[in-house]
């Protein structure tokens, strides 16, 4: 196929900033290596120097952070599948799929706690649906499951392996290439490692998948596979896309201050290290030209003078002072300024820092209603594609606040007071306590417990 190791100029656009971003938020080693993209030289700066800099080079990671506490927050509950329809073969196969969507033993929220992760880095991440392919064509449903064809399961695809793609007018994929690169060995015994880059295509109705072995980029690339893929029977491409607007993309938003603070603590610790290193002053009308050292001695005449060079610290006071309001507009632009610490941080008021948490609890919320449309679309997907009549919907992700278990249960109680003539508010409360504290059980379990409850509650007579 020709074409297939064309770019879309969007990703053409991003690639470079995308590398920037992965960088910033790894930090440790990997930023150390290509510290020199983003430390600044200065003006006639000796490579010299700049080099000697390159090597005492220090990141303060506080992106990388953010972005983690966001993760661990939002999933500190699991999300709730809620699967409904008369479909016993659909329901039995979405709660194996709920243990292990991938056929690698992740469950379904670990999957998409890396989707979410991946687009607060990247912008957006992308779920590819798939299933398992044999030469046999089934004659029925039962044969299909029979050999393995209709075990759906879910790949995760980065940004940067998005390469090239076209959309309709509402926006939805006609057909996207998809690009990866492994280093394999064949066996033990081979010769050394070698590089293969295989392309995905596509389309709503066929894929197609070549393939390159070598780092040879002008050679041809072979067809290895193509067919059918899963979702022909919806004509749609079997790729999810998970992304988030600029406001809650939260790499990009703090990227440029991270880059500073990263530039202006480097600086200030260079000065301080050359601080700790005074240089002596002559002061003499005569020429000079004696060796200074250790291990040497200084010879004056009678109207030299002699000192030492020793910054005021002026400088580094405002050196300081700019480093911590980086810090917290860091933590600003993330809606995170409660937790920025710092002087400011001291004084605020109980009002106040009620009200920075406040919002940072709405862009959970939203990151989570994210997320869920996603789980949901992929899950509505999965059985359509498998021809299932059952009804899928995702709940939770939106309570955030770590309290104590009995005061909820005190409030619900007094909540079943007032409304103890509601049979449904009944189900409802006994049913969100439930899944809260079993929030970590199997789905199986969880849909028994609440099929048990809708039966053990009967409307009231009268």
Same mark, same amino acid.
């Given at each position: 196929m020709?074409? =297939?190791?064309?770019?879309?100029?969007?990703?053409?656009?991003?690639?470079?900033?995308?590398?920037?971003?992965?960088?910033?938020?790894?930090?440790?080693?990997?930023?150390?290596?290509?510290?020199?993209?983003?430390?600044?030289?200065?003006?006639k700066?000796?490579l010299?120097?700049?080099?000697? @800099?390159?090597?005492?080079?220090?990141?303060?990671?506080?992106?990388?952070?953010?972005?983690?506490?966001?993760?661990?927050?939002?999933?500190?509950?699991?999300?709730?599948?809620?699967?409904?329809?008369?479909?016993?073969?659909?329901?039995?196969?979405? /709660?194996?799929?709920?243990?292990?969507?991938?056929?690698?033993?992740?469950?379904l929220?670990?999957?998409? @706690?890396?989707? =979410?992760?991946?687009?607060?880095?990247?912008?957006?991440?992308?779920?590819?649906?798939?299933?398992?392919?044999?030469a046999?064509?089934?004659?029925?449903?039962?044969?299909?499951?029979?050999?393995?064809?209709?075990?759906?399961?879910?790949?995760?695809?980065?940004?940067e392996?998005?390469?090239?793609?076209?959309?309709?007018?509402?926006?939805?994929?006609?057909?996207?290439?998809? @690009?990866?690169?492994?280093?394999?060995?064949?066996?033990?015994?081979?010769?050394?490692?070698?590089?293969?880059?295989?392309?995905?295509?596509?389309?709503?109705?066929?894929?197609?998948?070549?393939?390159?072995?070598?780092?040879?980029?002008?050679?041809?690339?072979?067809?290895?596979?193509?067919?059918?893929?899963?979702?022909?029977?919806?004509?749609?491409?079997?790729?999810?896309?998970?992304?988030?607007h600029?406001?809650?993309?939260?790499?990009?938003?703090?990227?440029?201050?991270?880059?500073? /603070?990263?530039?202006?603590?480097?600086?200030?610790?260079?000065?301080?290290?050359?601080?700790?290193?005074?240089?002596?002053?002559?002061?003499?009308?005569?020429?000079?030209?004696?060796?200074?050292?250790?291990?040497?001695?200084?010879?004056?005449?009678?109207?030299?003078?002699?000192?030492?060079?020793?910054?005021?610290?002026?400088?580094?006071?405002?050196?300081?002072?700019?480093?911590?309001?980086?810090?917290?507009?860091?933590?600003?632009?993330?809606?995170?300024?409660?937790?920025?610490?710092?002087?400011? /941080?001291?004084s605020q008021?109980?009002?106040?820092?009620? @009200?920075?948490?406040?919002?940072?609890?709405?862009?959970?919320?939203?990151?989570?209603?994210?997320?869920?449309?996603?789980?949901?679309?992929?899950?509505?997907?999965?059985?359509?594609?498998?021809?299932?009549?059952?009804?899928?919907?995702?709940?939770?992700?939106?309570?955030?606040?770590?309290?104590?278990?009995?005061?909820?249960?005190?409030?619900?109680?007094?909540?079943?007071?007032?409304?103890?003539?509601?049979?449904?508010?009944?189900?409802q409360?006994?049913?969100k306590?439930?899944?809260?504290?079993?929030?970590?059980?199997r789905?199986?379990?969880?849909?028994?417990?609440?099929?048990?409850?809708?039966?053990?509650?009967?409307?009231?007579?009268?």
């Amino acid at each position: 196929m020709k074409g =297939i190791e064309l770019e879309h100029p969007e990703y053409v656009a991003r690639k470079q900033t995308l590398k920037r971003y992965r960088d910033l938020y790894a930090g440790g080693e990997q930023l150390k290596a290509n510290a020199g993209d983003y430390l600044s030289r200065r003006q006639k700066e000796p490579l010299t120097v700049y080099g000697e @800099r390159l090597e005492r080079v220090y990141y303060e990671n506080f992106i990388g952070s953010i972005i983690d506490w966001y993760v661990a927050t939002l999933f500190r509950r699991e999300p709730l599948l809620l699967i409904e329809g008369p479909d016993s073969r659909g329901s039995r196969f979405l /709660h194996e799929f709920a243990e292990d969507c991938d056929l690698r033993g992740s469950s379904l929220t670990e999957f998409f @706690r890396k989707q =979410i992760l991946e687009a607060l880095i990247a912008g957006s991440s992308y779920v590819l649906l798939d299933f398992p392919r044999s030469a046999c064509v089934p004659g029925n449903l039962a044969e299909e499951d029979r050999a393995g064809m209709s075990r759906a399961y879910l790949s995760h695809c980065a940004a940067e392996q998005l390469i090239n793609w076209s959309t309709d007018d509402r926006g939805v994929y006609e057909w996207a290439v998809i @690009r990866n690169s492994y280093v394999r060995k064949d066996s033990v015994e081979s010769a050394g490692w070698e590089t293969e880059t295989r392309w995905l295509y596509y389309d709503r109705q066929r894929f197609e998948v070549w393939s390159r072995k070598g780092k040879d980029k002008s050679g041809p690339a072979d067809l290895v596979d193509e067919g059918v893929h899963g979702c022909a029977s919806m004509g749609q491409v079997p790729l999810f896309p998970v992304r988030l607007h600029d406001g809650l993309w939260l790499m990009n938003r703090a990227g440029l201050l991270q880059t500073e /603070h990263f530039n202006k603590s480097n600086a200030l610790a260079w000065a301080l290290t050359q601080g700790l290193f005074a240089m002596p002053v002559v002061y003499t009308e005569r020429d000079w030209n004696q060796m200074v050292g250790d291990s040497y001695y200084i010879q004056f005449a009678p109207n030299d003078k002699f000192g030492w060079t020793e910054p005021e610290g002026r400088v580094y006071s405002i050196a300081a002072e700019n480093l911590d309001r980086l810090k917290r507009e860091i933590y600003r632009v993330c809606y995170l300024l409660s937790q920025a610490g710092g002087p400011l /941080h001291g004084s605020q008021s109980g009002l106040s820092k009620q @009200r920075d948490f406040a919002i940072t609890q709405e862009v959970l919320r939203a990151l989570g209603d994210q997320v869920k449309d996603a789980m949901k679309r992929v899950l509505r997907a999965v059985s359509i594609a498998r021809r299932d009549q059952t009804a899928v919907d995702v709940t939770g992700l939106d309570e955030f606040d770590i309290g104590d278990f009995s005061g909820e249960l005190a409030d619900a109680e007094r909540l079943l007071t007032l409304g103890s003539g509601s049979p449904t508010l009944r189900k409802q409360v006994l049913k969100k306590l439930a899944f809260k504290y079993l929030c970590d059980v199997r789905q199986e379990l969880k849909d028994r417990i609440g099929r048990e409850i809708d039966d053990s509650v009967q409307p009231q007579e009268g």
